[in-house]
């Protein structure tokens, strides 16, 4: 395996370093731009894992607190960064990079590679998708605790990188319909503030059918401004997107039947929402119900319940309700 050059993890945190770490622990040139409180942690001995019992190690990461000279120019360039951060990511990486340089954005939410894009024009950024979650459950190791394949847009600039990622054991599926995967994932992300509300790890939370309700309702108005946008959904999941809210509403002893591969989670897996509330950083809720209820304005059709997450969660102290309030609260 030949990696076209060097890359760069910007905003080498839990997603970052994790995808970059495992990239390297396969012989990638890799240079981690994060900070220094997480490199402390990280940089003098990573240990990655999975749920499926794979091990790596990097003995030593190449770790930055600020942009290092692009000499050489990184060959791709993850951006790694939560969505507040994006556009002083891309304005950063701009001012550094040559014209033209490769940037792939790995973050959730639909907007994160346009306003990157919009940030630095002089780059080439392109939307992908991570399915999986990412846990510290020690200092000096990484866990993937759920699964998937990763996915960014069909361009040829990633072509020649398919077979690294590959070589690494993290394969990149090369997608045409790049925003039917990301509003996918999206619509899966609609957990994130259920769970953050929740305080339970993802797989109890997912065993609670109150919680659930709650997610389903987000979904319901998203699929239906979805609909009303026109906007194609990717399918993601063994069942197609306009049947995961039932699914979610189904008692409990039936969705860990028809759900068995959605709960394949680790016990302590939380969602990245969680983690920052847990860390005292600000959600990332705008990129996600905020997104629906914005495509909702194009439309002209209301979305209470996505809005009613985005002032829940951006609310200090949280509003504290229990699963069956939060669910009569959405549902009305
Ligand atoms: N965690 C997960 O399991 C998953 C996360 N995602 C998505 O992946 C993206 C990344 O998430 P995640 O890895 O959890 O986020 P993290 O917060 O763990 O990592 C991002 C890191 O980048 C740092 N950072 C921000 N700006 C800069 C900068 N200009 N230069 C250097 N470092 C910077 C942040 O520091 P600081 O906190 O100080 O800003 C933080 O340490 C998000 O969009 C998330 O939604 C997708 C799937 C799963
Ligand atoms: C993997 C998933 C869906 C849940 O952990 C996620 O994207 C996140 O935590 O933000």
């Given at each position: 395996?030949?990696?076209?050059?060097?890359?760069?993890?910007m905003g080498?945190?839990?997603?970052?370093?994790?995808?970059?770490?495992?990239?390297?622990?396969a012989g990638?040139?890799?240079?981690?731009?994060?900070?220094?409180?997480?490199?402390?942690?990280?940089a003098?001995?990573?240990?990655l894992?999975?749920?499926?019992?794979?091990?790596w190690?990097?003995?030593?990461?190449?770790w930055?607190?600020?942009?290092?000279?692009?000499?050489?120019?990184?060959?791709?360039?993850?951006?790694?960064?939560?969505?507040?951060a994006?556009a002083?990511?891309?304005?950063q990486?701009?001012?550094?990079?040559?014209?033209?340089?490769?940037?792939?954005?790995?973050?959730?939410?639909?907007d994160?590679?346009a306003?990157?894009?919009?940030?630095?024009?002089?780059?080439?950024?392109?939307?992908?998708?991570?399915?999986?979650?990412?846990a510290?459950?020690?200092?000096?190791?990484?866990?993937?605790?759920?699964?998937?394949t990763?996915?960014?847009?069909d361009?040829?600039a990633?072509r020649?990188?398919?077979?690294?990622?590959?070589?690494?054991?993290?394969?990149?599926q090369?997608?045409?319909d790049?925003?039917?995967?990301?509003w996918?994932?999206?619509?899966?992300?609609?957990?994130?503030?259920?769970?953050a509300?929740?305080?339970r790890?993802?797989?109890?939370?997912?065993?609670?059918?109150d919680?659930?309700?709650?997610?389903?309702?987000?979904?319901?108005?998203?699929?239906?401004?979805l609909?009303?946008?026109g906007?194609?959904?990717a399918?993601?999941?063994?069942?197609?997107?306009?049947?995961?809210?039932?699914l979610?509403?189904a008692p409990?002893?039936?969705?860990?039947?028809?759900?068995?591969?959605?709960?394949?989670?680790?016990?302590?897996?939380?969602?990245?929402m969680?983690?920052d509330?847990?860390?005292?950083?600000?959600?990332?809720?705008?990129?996600?119900?905020g997104a629906?209820?914005?495509?909702?304005r194009t439309?002209?059709?209301?979305t209470?319940r996505n809005q009613?997450?985005?002032?829940?969660?951006s609310?200090?102290p949280?509003?504290s309700?229990s699963?069956?309030?939060?669910?009569?609260h959405?549902t009305?």
């Amino acid at each position: 395996m030949h990696a076209p050059g060097p890359v760069w993890v910007m905003g080498a945190g839990l997603i970052g370093t994790y995808v970059g770490g495992r990239l390297a622990a396969a012989g990638v040139d890799v240079r981690f731009i994060g900070r220094a409180s997480f490199g402390e942690r990280v940089a003098q001995g990573l240990r990655l894992s999975d749920l499926d019992g794979g091990r790596w190690s990097v003995p030593r990461l190449n770790w930055h607190t600020e942009l290092p000279p692009a000499d050489p120019a990184p060959a791709l360039v993850l951006l790694c960064v939560k969505s507040a951060a994006t556009a002083s990511a891309a304005a950063q990486l701009q001012a550094r990079l040559p014209q033209g340089g490769v940037v792939l954005s790995l973050q959730n939410g639909v907007d994160n590679a346009a306003q990157a894009q919009q940030a630095a024009p002089g780059l080439q950024v392109l939307p992908g998708m991570v399915p999986f979650n990412v846990a510290q459950p020690e200092a000096q190791r990484l866990h993937q605790g759920t699964s998937g394949t990763l996915m960014a847009a069909d361009a040829p600039a990633l072509r020649p990188w398919v077979p690294v990622f590959g070589a690494a054991g993290l394969p990149l599926q090369l997608r045409p319909d790049m925003l039917a995967v990301q509003w996918a994932k999206l619509l899966l992300n609609l957990n994130n503030p259920v769970n953050a509300l929740s305080g339970r790890p993802l797989r109890a939370q997912l065993l609670d059918r109150d919680w659930r309700a709650c997610t389903a309702a987000l979904m319901e108005e998203a699929l239906q401004v979805l609909q009303a946008a026109g906007q194609p959904v990717a399918r993601l999941t063994p069942l197609p997107p306009r049947l995961l809210p039932a699914l979610l509403r189904a008692p409990t002893p039936v969705f860990r039947v028809l759900a068995a591969r959605m709960l394949r989670i680790d016990d302590e897996a939380r969602s990245s929402m969680a983690d920052d509330l847990a860390q005292g950083r600000p959600p990332e809720i705008d990129a996600l119900c905020g997104a629906v209820v914005r495509l909702g304005r194009t439309v002209g059709r209301p979305t209470p319940r996505n809005q009613a997450m985005v002032e829940a969660l951006s609310a200090s102290p949280l509003p504290s309700r229990s699963a069956l309030a939060w669910r009569q609260h959405l549902t009305g």
